[in-house]
């Protein structure tokens, strides 16, 4: 009798076992058993979630790392005024690249001049980023203490002396140097032109005859016309800031000008801001950001009376 009631005893839990495995027939117990299937899928789909959640973070270091390979965004400028050695040596190159080499050295000897006494105030080098700012007040009274074997020049002087051999001018143009009184002031206080140099660089700086018109690209038509009485280098441009004045008339004149050469897959610009201040190298990614500097050098130079200040490459009006 032990041993039956002990095999029935198995035959039930068989069957007890068994049924697990499937929703059982009681209402009751069916529900319990959805309610358990649906908790499971709940957990499984949550445990998917968490997987994929956990995926993403990688899936955007991979996205931010791709975007760190892509070429950055153009730079800025950079500006050098020739103090150190490298720098120098770097813009006598590409000068002498496509200018005179006697010309460029002649223009070197003119920055050391300056150079020598105003370096402490020139803080430009092409390492460094950002318009530098210049304390002209300083600078001149550093250099009325150190002679100078020169006197100061200005940007008209600095890119006549760079390229008078490489270019010709019209001897049909008249000279009309009204404007260029301080210009001829440092020419006679120094030996750096002849007196066929000397003419050449008046007439080509001459203030030109136009109308009151207050459209630069007008005015820029007119100066077109009078730059295209000169031959430009092959390798190098005059690039001019017009100014329009009408004291005395309605004139145009060359108020700021530099040179611009090749560099690599960029360009060098070469100016003297002015008299009192200092020489500056530009490196430029494209003509175009050379041509924004000007312009916004000059952005505040307005007189609702004329046209605004406009840009020229050689005997070509550029905006």
């Known amino acids: 009798m032990k041993i039956k009631h002990i095999l029935i005893l198995f035959a039930a839990l068989g069957v007890a076992v068994i049924s697990c495995g499937a929703c059982p027939q009681n209402k009751s117990a069916k529900a319990k058993c959805i309610k358990v299937a649906t908790?499971?899928?709940?957990?499984?789909?949550?445990?998917?979630t968490k997987r994929r959640l956990k995926r993403r973070p990688c899936r955007r270091r991979i996205k931010k790392a791709a975007r760190k390979q892509q070429?950055?965004?153009?730079?800025?400028?950079?500006?050098?005024?020739?103090?150190?050695?490298?720098d120098k040596k770097y813009v006598e190159a590409r000068l002498k690249s496509s200018l005179s080499a006697e010309n460029v050295d002649r223009l070197m000897a003119l920055v050391d001049d300056y150079n020598g006494a105003a370096a402490p105030y020139l803080t430009a080098d092409f390492s460094k980023s950002g318009i530098p700012a210049y304390d002209v007040g300083k600078i001149t009274e550093a250099q009325s203490k150190k002679p100078m074997h020169y006197p100061n020049t200005n940007c008209r002087i600095t890119t006549y002396l760079l390229l008078k051999d490489d270019m010709k001018v019209s001897e049909n143009i008249e000279e009309k140097v009204e404007l260029l009184f301080m210009d001829k002031e440092a020419l006679s206080r120094a030996s750096l032109l002849n007196e066929k140099e000397t003419a050449d660089f008046n007439r080509l700086f001459s203030r030109v005859k136009t109308d009151g018109s207050k459209d630069p690209a007008h005015q820029g038509k007119i100066m077109e016309k009078f730059l295209s009485q000169m031959t430009f280098p092959d390798k190098a441009s005059m690039v001019s800031v017009v100014l329009h004045d009408n004291l005395d008339?309605?004139?145009?004149?060359?108020?700021?000008?530099?040179?611009?050469?090749?560099?690599?897959?960029?360009?060098?610009?070469?100016?003297?801001?002015?008299?009192?201040?200092?020489?500056?190298?530009?490196?430029?990614?494209?003509?175009?950001?050379?041509?924004?500097?000007?312009?916004?050098?000059?952005?505040?130079?307005?007189?609702?009376?004329?046209?605004?200040?406009?840009?020229?490459?050689?005997?070509?009006?550029?905006?």
């Open 71 to 86: 070429p950055s965004k153009a730079k800025g400028p950079s500006f050098s005024n020739m103090v150190n050695s490298e």
């Open 249 to 319: 008339g309605n004139y145009l004149f060359i108020g700021h000008v530099g040179v611009l050469v090749k560099d690599g897959n960029g360009y060098l610009f070469v100016e003297k801001i002015s008299f009192e201040e200092p020489y500056q190298a530009i490196r430029f990614q494209n003509k175009e950001a050379c041509y924004d500097y000007l312009k916004n050098k000059y952005k505040d130079y307005t007189d609702p009376n004329v046209a605004p200040p406009f840009i020229m490459e050689n005997n070509r009006y550029v905006g």
């Open 39 to 48: 908790q499971r899928r709940g957990i499984n789909a949550r445990r998917k």
